[in-house]
């Protein structure tokens, strides 16, 4: 008992150890059977005593154990015998295992070799399934009908209905031509040889509807109208009618041989510029003729008489405020007409009314050729669909026209005589009379103003611009021939003086001006224009002979000045306010100098 008494106090020592670590909860029985054990034994009072008596009872436990096992000796033989049978079945049934999973490895491969022919079967069936509609749809795609074919080889371009079986066919062709294939495909013989046959029937188809295009332009090229004796220009309405329906072969041409296209257009440009060119110089001429007879055409007038503009002598106007001693010979043109402006008439409304006349005949003019150029530019967008833009064509079509798109070029070829035709119509007119220069500057800003408005970008609107830029010009030229005429007017020593010719003159110069630059939008440049003239005039007065035998200087002045502020307050230009002011004061100076010097004195 002793040396279980020590592992019995540290197997007591442990089990409350883990309990108070773990503290695990007994059950109701165990605490019912503890209870009982604790009342049977007095615990409190003899511990080592229950102590005994429980190693007393597993001792016998333990015997009991033992003496048990040993009486199975047989049964426990007999188990392991029945273990060993086991282990030996087990073995067995492992072997067989094995066997069938080996026998299964192969099964397992085959399953595996049959799936993968399985998905490459149906890849197959896939691939050969999607070939077959590719092939199907690039054949309906390169599919041309027999008759599509028939009409691109024998086209007829006689008739309406020939004609737009042509345009069907066109588009279908251009259809198979423009049928995205894949690489690979383009590589079949059967492909290659369906595009060569479309390439043949394209080139065979565009070369015979070109060869007839240039017939139809040859032949209304020769039936050229002529001009009416109305100074009307002829219309091309007719021509255009006819080539329209020629239109959406045209785009079929564009879109398929450019080149050719640009040929064509090309041609066009050559044919109809000669036409444009000849008509527009015999109606201006006309013109001019009408502007010459002072509205009358001339019958006999000479078939495009107009001079080169390198023959023109560029002389301004020889009518002005200088009167006939004031011809200036760097401003007097070849017929050496310097005569003054209202010397030409005892009416200056005769002078105004002939620039009203002018006016409207050059009205009529831009009218004429605004109706013309219009008709002719809807046309080309119509028939040649031209690109208004640099940035619409294509890299291959913008090679050879740089800067400038399709339209103002076409245009530009077309009409390229237009602005020298013009320009030399307003040479025509200033030689004749300088206030022209000033109705045909004041008439190009009106139309520039109205074609901005209405039809920007228009091709006319450089036209109208370069014509009047000229117009400009003989304008500032014009004045500048007013002004040298002032300054080279000498006052004779021989008569009495009193208003000068270029300062009574001025008031109707004013007159004439204001009646055409009414309601005009470039009245600042008129406005310049009567500075400078007003200082010319103040500048020559002041060169006045001091000695003039016998009209006093005072005199000449205050009379000059007077007659200067008379016109400037009649007229109220509140750019001249200065110089109306400026008049009067030195009218009031030399009033009072000849009133304090020269009065009463005899001359």
Known sequence: M???????????SEILAGEEAEAIPITVREEADLEKLMNDNDLIGNAEAFIDTLSQQLNSLHGANIQAIISAEDQIITLMKQFETALSEVDKLDRQLSEYDSMLEGVRDDISTMDDQDKRVEIERINELSLLNGVEELVEQLDLSESHQSVLSKPDFTSKHGIQRCVDAAKALQSCTSVNIHHGLTQLRAVKGQQKKFDLLRQEFTQLFVKHLNKELIKYTVNVDMIPQELILPRHSDRHRCLEPYSQLIDFLKSSEYDTYMKVVCEYERQFSIIYECQLREFIQRVDESRRNGGRVN??????????????????SSLGLGGDSFRSTQTVNRRGSSASLFQQSDDSSIIIDSSLRFRSLFNQLLDEVDSMVENELQFLDRFFVLSSSIEDRT?????????????????????????PLLQQFLVSADRSDGFNSSCSFVALHARMCKLEEWRPGTYLIRVVAVAMIEAKRHFDQFIETQIQAIRDRKISKKHRVGIVSYVSQFRDFVQHCETIFNESQRRSDLHKAYLRIVSAVFETLELAPHDHPKSPRDVILLENYHHMHDTLSQFKILELEERRKESKRLYQYHLSEYVSHSLGNRF
């Open 2 to 12: 002793d040396p279980s008494r020590p592992r019995t106090a540290t197997s007591e």
């Open 395 to 419: 890299d291959s079509q913008s090679d050879d026209f740089d800067g400038i798109d399709d339209r103002t070029r076409t245009m530009e070829a077309l009409f390229h005589s237009l602005n």
């Open 299 to 316: 019958d006999a007038t000479r078939r495009y008489g107009f001079q080169s503009s390198q023959h023109l002598r560029l002389s301004g």
